[in-house]
């Protein structure tokens, strides 16, 4: 059974930095593509980073390029999303998103993130 759990989500002030972390389970890590989606009130949910399974070759949002950085830890089973120089457009519920090789989408329940003074 696939399960993805993520943390690290809060409150932050505009400027400051979040890292959120996926902890993955029930499948072979190391094959999915992750990713990491937000959406905010009232807003689709959207594309934030990707990495690749293989050689972990990563994509961004243009509104987080520069400011956030995707990584796996395929030994741990872990991906983390480094968050600096957030806005408040940042805010929004994070999630996490396995992509199976055939193609298949598996959720996580979110993290909320909330960057205000």
């Known amino acids: 059974q696939v399960q993805l759990v993520e943390s690290g989500g809060g409150l932050v002030q505009p400027g400051g930095s979040l890292r959120l972390a996926c902890a993955a389970s029930?499948?072979?890590?190391?094959?999915?593509?992750m990713s990491w989606y937000r959406q905010a009130p009232g807003m689709e949910r959207e594309l934030v980073a990707h990495i690749r399974s293989a050689f972990g070759s990563t994509m961004y949002a243009d509104s987080v390029k520069g400011r956030f950085t995707i990584s796996r830890d395929n030994a741990q089973n872990t991906v983390l999303l480094q968050m600096n120089s957030l806005k408040a457009e940042d805010t929004a519920v994070y999630y996490c998103s396995a992509k199976s090789p055939w193609g298949r989408d598996y959720w996580g329940q979110g993290t909320q993130v909330t960057v205000s003074s």
């Open positions: 029930g499948f072979t890590f190391s094959s999915y593509a």
